[in-house]
């Protein structure tokens, strides 16, 4: 049997695979310095000493302290008080979803492609209309529930 017809799919999906893997989250670092990727406006959770944290958007950083905008107004936080700070990622909920409709055209190219062959005749199943919506609507599911977004820590203080 030619499987040579199979190469095309799959060299598709590994690199759909591939494209979205992405790197791994970097790990969360001990350096202050590691909080000047962020920009200000970009939603930010500051998690101090006591266990207590703040949510808002990130103002300004220096050597003493991280700055940002809470609805009571600006507050900073001194360095020292700063156990872990967290920036919230942007959810690719589109992106997974086009990727799943993708996935979900593929494979039901492939249905259709198959049931094309000698031996789907013999069975009296020609009739796979259902594969394109079944498909589409099972793996572009798929797609758009996939968790994305949420917290990454960005700033972890070194335990004393």
Same mark, same amino acid.
């Given at each position: 049997?030619?499987?040579?017809?199979?190469?095309?799919?799959?060299?598709?999906?590994?690199?759909?695979?591939?494209?979205?893997?992405?790197?791994?989250?970097?790990?969360?670092?001990?350096?202050?310095?590691?909080? $000047?990727? *962020?920009?200000? /406006?970009?939603? &930010?959770? !500051?998690? %101090?000493?006591?266990?207590?944290?703040?949510?808002?958007?990130?103002?300004?950083?220096?050597?003493?302290?991280?700055?940002?905008?809470?609805?009571?107004?600006?507050?900073?936080?001194?360095?020292?008080?700063?156990?872990?700070?967290?920036?919230?990622?942007?959810?690719?909920?589109? $992106?997974? *979803?086009?990727? /799943?409709?993708? &996935?979900? !055209?593929? %494979?039901?190219?492939?249905?259709?492609?198959?049931?094309?062959?000698?031996?789907?005749?013999?069975?009296?199943?020609?009739?796979?209309?259902?594969?394109?919506?079944?498909?589409?609507?099972?793996?572009?599911?798929?797609?758009?529930?996939?968790?994305?977004?949420?917290?990454?820590?960005?700033?972890?203080?070194?335990?004393?």
């Amino acid at each position: 049997m030619n499987h040579s017809k199979y190469v095309p799919f799959l060299a598709f999906l590994l690199s759909t695979f591939g494209a979205t893997a992405g790197s791994p989250l970097r790990a969360a670092n001990s350096r202050w310095e590691n909080l $000047r990727i *962020l920009r200000p /406006g970009r939603q &930010i959770r !500051v998690v %101090l000493n006591d266990a207590k944290f703040c949510q808002g958007e990130f103002l300004a950083l220096n050597d003493e302290g991280i700055t940002l905008r809470q609805a009571t107004g600006g507050q900073t936080y001194a360095r020292k008080d700063v156990l872990r700070v967290y920036s919230k990622k942007e959810s690719h909920r589109v $992106r997974n *979803l086009v990727i /799943g409709l993708d &996935i979900g !055209v593929t %494979l039901a190219v492939l249905a259709v492609k198959a049931n094309s062959s000698s031996w789907f005749e013999n069975t009296g199943m020609r009739d796979i209309g259902w594969v394109w919506p079944v498909g589409l609507g099972v793996f572009g599911g798929i797609g758009a529930a996939m968790p994305t977004g949420g917290w990454h820590e960005v700033y972890r203080a070194q335990p004393h």
